[in-house]
């Protein structure tokens, strides 16, 4: 009997189906010589530090260095403090049972770090010790099953990828739970953490923040000229701006009624823009949230949704290329994308026979290959998988597409001693830019055609018809989006200016492609940061812990980063995870103790009057709100249906009686659904939610 584990009921069920399994059982299937059981995500954990005997925030406890660390069945935070799941405790049984009847495993959790984590840690925790091998696919077709389960790989082949999970969850660990507890005791407030991205992420939305708001913004001034054709008119800028207005000024005098301007270059040149690479996961977030204004969470929610309906490759993918084996699927699968209504028109003159392989290259193909879709006709999805879809396989009718061609006009012209110059773009071919027809695709030089269309030679001598003199200022760099957040954690290596560490992070930035929407969800859980608009806006909160740790190891971007490199090495086989580790703990025992130093200000304890007994205040405390009114009886927990409750929900609930639409709340089967907030009659947690078109309220 062979025994094989995946890492969700629902791909269970699927490979289950696969290999004949089709008898169900309690948490498992069983039939033609397989138990097929799964996981429910992170069965398994590491302990806490009350298990190490921690029980209490104490500054001498610190740092706490468990050796070694101990694996406990999954625990969830309820208004008494941690307590085991039960479901998790219930699978975890069953898991074991299956184990033990049979004779070989076969893991078939997402191919990836954190699929191998889940996996390597329920053995570990069950002390299994049958042998076992590997299911590494990039797609849950039957097709994808089937050959992945004709080319199964030696466990022992996946040591080093659970090498730097394993690593990376206990450095999570030993920088979070030490720093976090350092930062209570010098903040006094427990609804608050540190982490090994979290910080230097936090540092650097409050630094482009900080930035922001203190920008002085200095003027210049540009000036430019109008020449006349025959029939129309371009406009030619001087080839410097001036800083001085006095200068400015004079330049525009310099300039009499009836200067004639000498063309001195004329050039046409054809250039192209290239399509656009495949989507990794970061590349999507970053649309969805430009394109659809979908979080970022939100979209990785999504995209595993769709992987799970076979729709599309593994998401969670760091690689932007396909290998040439996958490469001869493509042509297919866009002859499918080609007749979906949204693409029916550019795929009626799309070239299947020439298309663009720039984005096929085995070399930078890491675990897995960039996201596409598989040929599966998409049914049944909702609006915003349709959405996410839809931009997946657009994104590989750009990617395979011709070039957009265009054709680049330069010219330049004197009048006296003063050099004006005009640069413009026009599209001669739109290639793939014509998929989805963005504005946002032009470049820059295109905005060039504003300013007329004439065209002169060489030698050419011109009639100045105006000239004018333009005010305009310097601008700050704009606040953080979610996109824009993504492309700097992905890319913030760019901006470290020490050499050596710029290099170490210059292709994995700070957290990976499948943690980063993770990171950002909890800087809104704790308060550190809020959305005004698309644009992320630190809260006090985020600017007050900024300000105490921005010169600290804790906000060390380079350092973070050089971090994300050691775990790749690990993977690579190029660096021992002990040598890792020893670093970890040097790491968090100085960390620890730079924060200790902190003298923070008492964070104000925010009150409300109580809508309930009306003299009562309401007391916002880490994990509750309550009135101290002891005849009153108010309490709200901050954690309802799966969603922790920020200061802000709060705020809105007990000064109006109900809090904005919030999104990600989960029912009792799991689904999430958006909803808002309310007291009923009794001041007991209501759900309210938003009406629909026809006026009537939605049902979830």
Known sequence: ????????????????????????????????????????????????????????????????????????????????????????????????????????????????????????????????????????????????????????????????????????????????MNASRALAIVSGTPNSSIGRVQTPTLAMICARFKENRGFVSTPYWQLHVTLQGKCTHRRFFHVGNFNDKAEAEAAYRHIPSGSVAEITKAERKETVQQPPLLYDLTALQKDCNVHLDLPADKTLDIAQALYEKKLVSYPRTGSRHIPQDVMAHIPELLEKISVLPEFREYGKAFDLSTLNTRSVDDTKVTDHHALVTTGVT??????????????????MLEAFSPPCGKETLRMECRIGDMAFRSKSSTVTSPGWRGVFGRKEDKEEDEEGLNDGEAVFAVGDRVPVSGHGLVQKKTMPKPLYTEATLLAAMETCGKDIADGQAREAVKDLGIGTPATRAAIITTLFKRDYVERNGKSLVPTEKGLLLYGAVKDMLVADVSLTGSWENALAQIERHTLDPETFMASIRDYTRKATGEILKLSLPAAPVRTFTCPKCKTGHVILRGRTAKCDNEGCGLLVFRKFLNKELTDQHLEQLFSSGSTRLIKGFKGKKGIAFDAALAFDAGFNLTLSFPKNGNGKKQKR
């Open 378 to 395: 998409p049914e049944g999805l909702s609006e915003a998988e349709t959405a996410v879809y839809t931009l997946i396989a657009g994104r």
């Open 1 to 176: 009997m062979i025994a094989i584990i995946a890492e969700k009921p629902s791909v269970g069920m699927d490979i289950a189906r696969v290999v004949g399994a089709d008898t169900r059982n309690d948490g498992y299937c069983s039939g033609n010589g397989y138990m097929v059981t799964w996981a429910l995500g992170h069965l398994v954990s590491l302990a806490m530090p009350d298990t190490y005997g921690y029980t209490k925030t104490a500054a001498e406890d610190l740092p706490m260095l468990p050796d070694p660390f101990r694996l406990v069945s999954r625990q969830v935070r309820t208004d008494r403090g941690m307590v085991t799941d039960i479901a998790a405790s219930k699978q975890l049984k069953v898991i074991e049972s299956v184990f033990n009847r049979c004779d070989s495993i076969i893991v078939a959790t997402d191919a990836g770090r954190e699929g191998e984590l889940i996996f390597r840690w329920i053995y570990a925790f069950l002390d299994c010790k049958k042998p076992f091998r590997r299911l590494w696919i990039s797609s849950l077709t039957d097709e994808a099953i089937r050959k992945g389960l004709e080319e199964l790989k030696d466990g022992s082949e996946y040591d080093s990828l659970y090498a730097a999970a394993d690593s990376r969850a206990k450095a999570d660990w030993l920088v979070g």
